[in-house]
């Protein structure tokens, strides 16, 4: 922790590099639009989203270059350091990506990773006599298991699979105009050369002529033969891309009508990119009142179907009766507006008391009675055990070597009088 009381945040390589990524989807919502320090970090993303592209046009060595001089000028203006080598090294990645392509294909990420596993192994090991040969001991294990499981020559592997009607998957392979003799059936997620894909992930499809993504979200995965993967998916709208969040926002076609898929190997990037749902006010009150009454009577319907699983049944009918109360509802709609309030209204930190008293200042206990029931628990929980373990050490001196027998009554006695 003492490396957060200076202001810095020690993390690997590839922790550092998601939180870059996605810092944007994070915190963009809290700071104000062309905020100084918020143009030196979508800087700093553009110049990362350019290095670690797999493929990069002509044009995007130059820009790249201009971003850099721009990311130092950032720098020197709102740190008031100066510039450190890493930042010298970047001025040259622009002739280096001209002479031997994207360095993506040459960095030494892959090397990191498998010198940390062995750091670990040296790390967890009591025996420091020829550690090199522990290593080396360790690691050979590790590669025997590798190629006993098979899984160095497995192309992709397969989660459980899921029961699919006989003629709905010869619709399916007719769609596809693919050989009927080949074996298709439906699994909750598939890893191909180390990409994991599940249900629900977004993939980027193509690009239109307008320069813009395609995106698609994952509805059901596929294994056609033994090496091939098929999505089932829903194409995504494009709307554009936030510069200020740093990322594309796109909406569901709600005009698509049919199934549509695509095979693993014909997606221009196999890496999946992840949606952030942002929920406004407006939009979370509009959806409570147009489709309040078609989730109860959904969950209603699930709850009186004898065809669904016992637990499927009850938890329907459960979450049936506590949304009919309307409290967990109302909570979504206005639980941000009472922590905006209580931001706006308080200077001190933000505690459970605290917490407590706003929700009945604001007169919003009427509206979650649960959760005023649950912060007054909350709030008379005792802080610490320091009384129990007191007790304890009360007891330790007491019933010592020289008083074995002493009886329950006179040693509870004693114990009260010394507490």
């Keep these: 922790m003492d490396h957060i009381d200076v202001g810095n945040l020690k993390q690997s390589a590839s922790e550092m590099l998601i939180l870059v990524r996605y810092s944007g989807l994070i915190i963009s919502d809290l700071i104000p639009i062309k905020e100084p320090v918020w143009v030196l970090y979508i800087t700093l993303r553009k110049v990362l989203d350019i290095m670690l592209s797999p493929a990069l046009e002509e044009g995007s060595i130059y820009l790249l270059k201009t971003l850099i001089a721009e990311l130092n000028n950032l720098y020197l203006k709102y740190s008031n350091n100066c510039l450190k080598p890493k930042f010298h090294f970047l001025v040259h990645y622009s002739s280096m990506i001209k002479k031997f392509g994207p360095v993506s294909h040459i960095w030494a990420m892959r090397y990191e990773a498998k010198h940390r596993i062995l750091k670990i192994c040296a790390r967890s090991s009591f025996n420091k006599r020829n550690l090199c040969l522990t290593l080396a001991i360790k690691h050979q294990l590790h590669f025997n298991a590798t190629f006993y499981k098979g899984r160095l020559c497995a192309t992709i592997d397969i989660g459980p699979r899921k029961i699919i009607n006989s003629i709905k998957c010869k619709k399916i392979i007719n769609e596809l105009n693919r050989d009927s003799k080949e074996i298709l059936f439906p699994v909750t997620w598939a890893t191909v050369k180390g990409t994991c894909y599940k249900i629900n992930n977004i993939l980027t499809q193509d690009i239109d002529d307008d320069n813009n993504f395609k995106f698609i979200s994952v509805k059901n995965i596929y294994?056609?033969?033994?090496?091939?993967?098929?999505?089932?998916?829903?194409?995504?709208?494009?709307?554009?891309?936030?510069?200020?969040?740093?990322?594309?926002?796109v909406r569901y076609d709600e005009l698509v009508v049919g199934s549509n898929f695509i095979f693993q190997n014909s997606i221009i990037s196999p890496m999946p990119n992840h949606i952030n749902i942002n929920p406004d006010e407006t939009s979370v009150c509009k959806s409570l009142k147009i489709e309040f009454k078609g989730v109860l009577n959904s969950l209603k319907s699930i709850a009186l179907n004898l065809d669904q699983k016992a637990g499927i049944r009850h938890e329907a009918g459960s979450m049936n009766k506590k949304i009919d109360k309307l409290e967990f509802s109302f909570m979504i709609a206005l639980w941000t507006l009472i922590l905006e309030k209580?931001?706006?209204?308080?200077?001190?930190?933000?505690s459970m008391h605290n917490l407590l008293e706003a929700l009945t200042i604001s007169k919003f206990n009427d509206l979650f009675p649960n959760v005023e029931i649950a912060l007054k628990l909350f709030v008379s929980i005792p802080c610490s055990n320091a009384s129990g373990e007191r007790s304890f050490s009360v007891l330790k001196r007491l019933k010592n070597y020289h008083r074995t027998s002493?009886?329950?009554?006179?040693?509870?006695?004693?114990?009260?009088?010394?507490?």
């Design 342 to 350: 209580f931001d706006a209204t308080k200077e001190e930190k933000l």
């Design 223 to 249: 294994v056609y033969g033994s090496d091939k993967i098929i999505f089932k998916y829903i194409p995504l709208i494009s709307i554009g891309f936030n510069e200020h969040v740093s990322a594309y926002e």
């Design 406 to 419: 002493l009886s329950n009554e006179k040693m509870l006695a004693l114990a009260l009088m010394s507490i």
